[in-house]
């Protein structure tokens, strides 16, 4: 791997690469991790060829080769469609094992704290990033902790509880369960490796960006569509470009266009889009309002001339009813894409002729009942 230093965004000072770290203790700092002479380099020579997943960016990754060998993912396929005059290319995250494309942060940070030694692992997620984090916990033989809110689904309990996860019940809201888990971490010998804070975990899905560039060539991606709550999806694209184009493999940004649940839209809201009046129920995945990142969040947007979108029940509920249709079997979470694309188009933030990438972030499996009574009505 190139070397990496860990940097605080806030006071700019160099944490230790040696021992686990999420957030600067001083200032409450969030963290990136930046490659030293990355400008030096061409992603040519950085690419391990011979592998087509994960491994073959370990050059950019913080992480050694040896501990991604055991769950080596990556590379889903992209599906183009014409819709309305626009070529649409869909990334096919949710094909990923544990259905999200949070697998990809996920399976970094576990192979970074095995490769730190470390036996337990702290996270907060009801959802998708709770599996994912349970499923390489349990590859890796590592003691997964997560913190759920009390009244999220029988059914993801009785999932993650299969993984063999450690589950914690909070009462209250999403915020709550966070700080409950960070608290955790004070009390135990264990890892804080929560998604939101976690600069691992961008790492690994900043591979979505690297991806999407040597299958189609991110030059002529004119957007991409991101739904967006806590950031690492949003964070992870940008940081892949931002590399990429500091490699002078890319000349052209694309638009990132971030969508949010409506009622909990927090970048749109900074972004000056409101935070869309009425609560969505169904976009259950994209519910954060108070997301550490959001200072980098909104950067992200501004630097790609992107928008941000907040999407009401009845378009998610379309969306996934349309996805659905076209072969696309994603969760209502993901299905805000679609509502997304009609407004970018009609808006004429995407324009006739151009080719946008749509990431399908989380799988319909995992809640089959649910999907079947939207798409079957
Ligand atoms: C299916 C799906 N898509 C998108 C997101 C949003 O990701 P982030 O929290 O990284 O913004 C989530 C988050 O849980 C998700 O589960
Ligand atoms: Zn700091």
Redesign the pocket.
């Known amino acids: 791997m190139v070397r990496y230093d860990i940097k605080c965004l806030r006071c700019g000072e160099k944490l230790p690469v040696k021992t686990w770290v999420w957030r600067h203790d001083k200032d409450n700092g969030t963290l990136s991790i930046t490659y030293r002479g990355l400008e030096k380099h061409e992603l040519n020579e950085l690419l391990l060829k011979e592998y087509m997943d994960i491994r073959r960016y370990i050059n950019i990754l913080p992480v050694s080769l040896k501990y991604l060998n055991i769950a080596p993912i990556g590379f889903t396929p992209i599906i183009n469609k014409k819709f309305r005059g626009v070529s649409v290319f869909f990334k096919l995250d949710y094909l990923l094992p544990s259905g999200?494309?949070?697998d990809r942060g996920a399976l970094v940070s576990i192979a970074k704290a095995k490769e730190l030694r470390i036996k337990r692992i702290i996270e907060d997620?009801s959802?998708?990033?709770g599996v994912a984090f349970s499923l390489y916990s349990l590859l890796y033989n590592i003691e997964a902790n997560i913190f759920i809110p009390a009244d999220a689904p029988s059914g993801k309990k009785a999932l993650l509880k299969s993984l063999n996860a450690r589950l914690h019940e909070v009462q209250g809201s999403r915020e709550e369960v966070n700080r409950a888990a960070i608290d955790f971490e004070r009390r135990s010998r264990g890892a804080y490796v929560g998604?939101w804070w976690n600069p691992f975990f961008i790492e690994g899905v900043k591979t979505l960006a690297y991806e999407i560039h040597e299958q189609l060539g991110l030059d002529k991606v004119d957007s991409i569509i991101v739904?967006?709550?806590?950031?690492?999806?949003?964070l992870g694209v940008f940081k892949g470009i931002m590399e990429l184009k500091s490699m002078g493999e890319i000349s052209n940004i694309p638009k990132l266009i971030a969508v949010q649940a409506s009622g909990y839209a927090r970048l749109c809201y900074e972004l000056g889009y409101g935070m869309g009046a009425e609560k969505s129920k169904l976009a259950d995945?994209?519910r954060?309002v108070e997301p550490p990142r959001i200072g980098e969040m909104v950067l992200a947007v501004r630097e790609t001339k992107g928008t941000c979108y907040h999407v009401i029940d009845e378009e998610v509920t379309e969306g996934l009813k349309r996805l659905w249709s076209m072969g696309f079997l994603v969760?209502p979470?993901?299905a805000v894409v679609y509502a997304a694309l009609k407004k970018a188009i009609s808006e004429k933030v995407v324009e006739k002729g151009e080719n946008v990438v749509i990431i399908l972030?989380?799988s319909g499996a995992k809640m089959l009942d649910k999907v079947l009574s939207i798409v079957r009505t």
């Open positions: 999200s494309f949070k997620s959802g998708n990033a998604h739904p967006t709550s806590s950031g690492s999806l949003l995945g994209l954060i969760e979470t993901s972030t989380g």
